[in-house]
């Protein structure tokens, strides 16, 4: 992944967007918006523009977040290994497809080159395969890894 890194030595500075953007918290698919007037702004280490805001969430929206959570790792964990997996497969095609946006995101946000903010992104992807490869490392037990299908 080194060589990808290398494309972005040539672009020093960092893609600021257009407009200030503003998050709320998410849950799944649906968007949770904070009663709440107060937000976090976050401002570019490059320049002290405002990048956006994000809510600054109180402990009634994080018990919220915690339980929608505990609820799911139930569903989760009934799943196959190989059902579990492709959702981590996705995520590792959707980085390596956006890492130059990420690379910027990350590095406006946190004031690193774009250069730099890209190799941590590719330290995550191998991350994410390295937990993919897990699968293969069975202790000894029977798992099962298809519908129907044990090893």
């Not at 406006?108 to 937990?131: Q, S």
């Amino acid at each position: 992944m080194a060589e990808s890194a290398a494309v972005f030595e040539s672009e020093p500075l960092v893609r600021m967007p257009p407009a200030p953007l503003a998050h709320d918290n998410q849950i799944g698919a649906r968007r949770l918006p904070a009663p709440a007037v107060r937000r976090i702004s976050v401002h570019s280490p490059y320049t002290g523009e405002l990048l956006g805001s994000v809510p600054d969430s109180g402990p009634d929206q994080v018990a919220q977040v915690v339980a929608a959570a505990v609820r799911v790792s139930r569903s989760w964990a009934a799943l196959t290994i190989k059902e579990r997996t492709q959702p981590l497969f996705r995520f590792r095609e959707l980085l390596l497809s956006n890492l130059d946006a990420l690379a910027h995101s990350a590095a406006r946000e946190c004031g690193k080159t774009v250069a730099e903010a890209a190799a941590g992104i590719e330290k995550g992807i191998e991350v994410v395969e390295y937990g993919l490869s897990l699968q293969n490392l069975d202790g000894g037990a029977s798992l099962e890894v298809s519908g129907g299908v044990r090893c």
